[in-house]
């Protein structure tokens, strides 16, 4: 198994551009999340989905998209990239359920200049 | 809303030294608590986790951390560290909605 799979690991954006972070899990994780995280704030979560088709807000989604179209896959969207923008971004899967624990990615640093 | 506090930011101790990093949270109900460790460069790996029974946990690596209700608290512990301990510990609380709240993080160096 390969666990939790982001791609890429670095990325430099111009303040404007847009790109999608990719995030993929063949563990067959029902609850998938977006984090990200800053010095001194911990991870705080943009977005989550507890299944196909099903999204929501996290506590800092604005900026940012996601949708759910299959189970393994949970790609976040930045339209309009921002400087404050500019942090290390975690996806992260468990299975929906209580009494489970969360499985990272290796994260994505990300650069808005 | 559900918060995670951590005491510490920045914690430096020398290697053999014993560690104590404080987590409290804050919701009344049935919790589950984790701590989780980030290497230097690496992702966030689990430590140990707490669901329910024995509140005193033991994890990877010699960490233990003991769950009080009462306090509302899940303290990280460690006997002796050593200069590999040298990371971020994050504690992380999921108090219903499958939503994991994260502290603030706490960066501990040891000193060789």
């Known amino acids: 198994n390969a666990g939790v799979t982001q791609t890429p690991k670095f990325q430099v954006l111009k303040t404007g551009q847009s790109m999608t972070l990719q995030c993929a899990q063949d563990m067959n994780h029902e609850y998938m999340s977006w984090y990200r995280q800053d010095p001194g704030m911990g991870l705080r979560l943009i977005h989550y989905?507890?299944?196909?088709?099903?999204?929501d807000q996290g506590e800092v989604p604005n900026g940012y998209n996601v949708s759910r179209s299959t189970t393994e896959d949970f790609p976040l969207r930045l339209l309009s990239a921002a400087p404050s923008q500019t942090s290390v971004y975690f996806c992260?899967?468990?299975?929906?359920?209580?009494?489970?624990?969360?499985?990272f990615g290796q994260g994505t640093r990300l650069t808005v200049v | 809303a559900q918060s995670v506090s951590q005491h510490n930011h920045h914690v430096i101790l020398s290697e053999a030294a014993s560690l104590e990093l404080g987590c409290n949270y804050s919701?009344?109900?049935?919790?589950?608590l984790f701590w989780y460790v980030q290497y230097p460069g690496q992702h966030l790996q689990l430590l140990l986790k707490y669901f329910s029974g024995d509140p005193l946990v033991k994890g990877i690596k010699g960490f233990e951390a003991e769950f009080i209700k009462s306090k509302f608290s899940f303290n990280l512990r460690k006997p002796s560290v050593q200069w590999s301990d040298t990371a971020e510990y994050f504690c992380?609380?999921?108090?219903?909605?499958?939503?994991?709240?994260f502290g603030a993080g706490t960066i501990l160096r040891v000193k060789s």
């Open positions: 989905s507890v299944g196909a088709g099903i999204t």
């Open positions: 992380a609380v999921n108090a219903g909605g499958n939503k994991l709240v």
């Open positions: 992260a899967s468990r299975r929906f359920r209580e009494n489970t624990e969360a499985f």
């Open positions: 919701y009344g109900g049935t919790v589950n």
